[in-house]
């Protein structure tokens, strides 16, 4: 992912924030504040045909400061609407781990609405699994929602 990658990366994050089920955020954050809230290792687009039409993109955020947690980190992946059922989702996983294990990442944990049953499935396909779920964690639109927790720890490192 690139900073001239962000129009479209936004696009498909408003998308997402759109359906009410991929995240507690309401706006998408301005590319500055997003860039700084992200890790630098496993940054992803899925491009289209030519390259210049991005499918989906995948990136890591430190759970913690602390630097106990630096091998840990949260899962963010977007896929847009059109290419959704297409294995968009999965390849950006296959390199997010791949790129994460690379960086000395050992446990990749995402927290994910009880709704938003496929990316649960894309997550347990690439071996996360579930540790809990949070109940009524927090308020979105005047609702309370419960967040599932998974993590996946690797094989390689850790």
Same mark, same amino acid.
């Given at each position: 992912?690139?900073?001239? &990658?962000?129009?479209?990366?936004?696009?498909?994050?408003?998308?997402?924030?759109? /359906?009410?089920?991929? /995240?507690?955020? =309401?706006?998408?954050?301005?590319?500055?504040?997003? &860039?700084?809230?992200?890790?630098? =290792?496993?940054? !992803?687009?899925?491009?289209?045909?030519?390259?210049?039409? !991005?499918?989906?993109?995948?990136?890591?955020?430190?759970?913690?400061?602390?630097?106990?947690?630096?091998?840990?980190?949260?899962?963010?992946?977007?896929?847009?609407?059109?290419?959704?059922?297409?294995?968009?989702?999965? =390849?950006?996983?296959?390199?997010?781990?791949? &790129?994460?294990?690379?960086?000395?990442?050992?446990?990749?944990?995402?927290? !994910?609405?009880?709704?938003?049953?496929?990316?649960?499935?894309?997550?347990?396909?690439?071996?996360?699994?579930?540790?809990?779920?949070?109940?009524?964690?927090? =308020?979105?639109?005047?609702?309370?929602? &419960?967040?599932?927790?998974?993590?996946?720890?690797?094989?390689?490192?850790?």
């Amino acid at each position: 992912m690139r900073a001239q &990658d962000w129009p479209q990366v936004r696009a498909i994050y408003l998308a997402g924030i759109a /359906t009410g089920n991929a /995240t507690f955020e =309401q706006n998408v954050p301005e590319w500055e504040k997003w &860039d700084a809230g992200h890790l630098h =290792q496993a940054r !992803i687009v899925a491009r289209g045909k030519g390259d210049a039409e !991005i499918l989906g993109w995948a990136a890591l955020s430190a759970v913690s400061g602390r630097c106990v947690y630096a091998g840990v980190a949260e899962v963010s992946v977007y896929v847009a609407e059109r290419p959704r059922g297409r294995r968009v989702g999965w =390849q950006l996983m296959e390199r997010l781990i791949t &790129d994460s294990e690379t960086a000395g990442i050992w446990t990749l944990q995402a927290g !994910i609405f009880p709704e938003n049953a496929a990316s649960i499935a894309l997550h347990e396909r690439a071996g996360f699994r579930v540790v809990g779920r949070r109940e009524r964690i927090g =308020q979105m639109n005047g609702l309370w929602r &419960d967040v599932v927790l998974l993590e996946r720890r690797s094989s390689i490192i850790g």
